[in-house]
């Protein structure tokens, strides 16, 4: 193995040229305006730049994308990434490691994860892409510790299935801070801040647990798309100008635990058709609608448990949904009908 040493003004494709798999390029500070293109062959390469600000890869003379990686098990680090036409950063291949940068200021996605799987990134900053911050189209892969931020689309888009998204700020970001389109996705612990939809879930089993999601700017918080068996625990959801949580023509969904407070429209919402909900142990307060909605085509669902004050009212259940539902044990103080917090 080995360690090539790349110097400013030297060409980081032309150290591929003698690397072998396992080696080290480490790029020295500067700005290197090229297309980075790591070729198949080199599993196990580490590409390491000085830092962010400090090894910066420029596209502004440079078409199509900042890094393309075509090996698996490499390691990408310290590296500024701004101003290509295409992605910030493409990955065409799994299990590598993406870590330690700032992409932005490209004309398409920030980072590119494009049908792979097991892909780790990690601290990443995607800020001002011209489209998402991050799309992922591959299963298994992990987004630890990142922040996508001012992005024109999604701050975090995803369709493939089986992801982890752990500790991640989506803020400002024109569309959704974070979509889902992929089966069996984890979205835990993310700060989701300030873009025009917080979390929208487009597919079937997923896990939303302990997010703050908060002042969407003209979306719903959460919403759930005629979608089933998604488990929606521990959230804070506050001040948003849609609705706090929109369960929209989706079965066999769990809304457990959630703290839903003063957002512009409903608190918790049942509409579409929607059935066999699970709707328990909610703190639902200070909500310009009603605290929890059902409209008349909810059928089946289980409203038990819930905390509510302060709402317009706490719980309405329209015609004939205060029959075709269950209400129980709720802590509140206004109903439409009245019968439901009696």
């Known amino acids: 193995m080995a360690v090539i040493d790349v110097l400013a003004g030297e060409s980081i494709n032309d150290a591929f040229t003698n690397a ?8 020295a500070a500067g700005v290197f305006e090229e297309n980075v293109i790591i070729p198949s062959g080199l599993d196990r390469l580490r590409l390491l730049g000085s830092g962010i600000g400090e090894t910066i890869l420029d596209g502004t003379n440079s078409p199509g994308n900042g890094i393309a990686v075509n090996s698996s098990f490499v390691t990408i680090a310290g590296f500024t990434v701004r101003g290509y036409i295409a992605n910030g950063i493409l990955v065409n291949t799994s299990d590598n490691i993406i870590r330690d940068l700032r992409v932005q200021n490209n004309l398409d996605d920030g980072i590119d994860i494009n049908g792979a799987d097991r892909n780790l990134i990690f601290n990443v900053t995607s800020k001002k892409n011209g489209s998402d911050g991050i799309e992922i189209d591959g299963s298994n892969n992990y987004v630890v510790e990142c922040k996508f931020i001012k992005n024109e689309d999604d701050g975090i888009d995803i369709s493939g299935s089986n992801n982890l998204f752990l500790k991640n700020k989506a803020k400002g970001n024109n569309d959704t801070g974070l979509e889902v389109s992929g089966s069996g996705t984890l979205i835990i612990d993310n700060d989701v801040k300030n873009n025009a939809g917080g979390v929208f879930v487009l597919a079937n089993e997923n896990l939303i647990l302990g997010n703050r999601v908060n002042r969407s700017s003209s979306l719903d ?11 929606f625990f521990n959230n804070n959801v506050k001040n948003n100008n849609g609705d706090g949580i929109d369960v929209n023509g989706g079965d066999f969904n769990r809304v457990i635990g959630n703290k839903v407070k003063a957002n512009s429209f409903t608190g918790i919402e049942l509409d579409e058709s929607s059935n066999v909900n699970i709707v328990d142990q909610n703190l639902v307060k200070k909500n310009a609608a009603p605290g929890i909605l059902l409209t008349s085509t909810a059928n089946d669902n289980a409203v038990r448990e819930n905390f509510l004050r302060d709402n317009n009212p706490d ?5 004939p949904a205060d029959d075709n539902n269950i209400f129980d044990e709720n802590d509140c103080q206004t109903s439409s009908p009245p019968s439901i917090c009696s």
Request: glycine letters at 8%.
């Open 20 to 27: 072998n798999p396992g080696d080290t390029i480490r790029v």
């Open 221 to 231: 918080a959460i919403f759930l798309d005629g979608v089933e068996n998604n488990l």
């Open 315 to 319: 719980i309405q259940a329209d015609d």
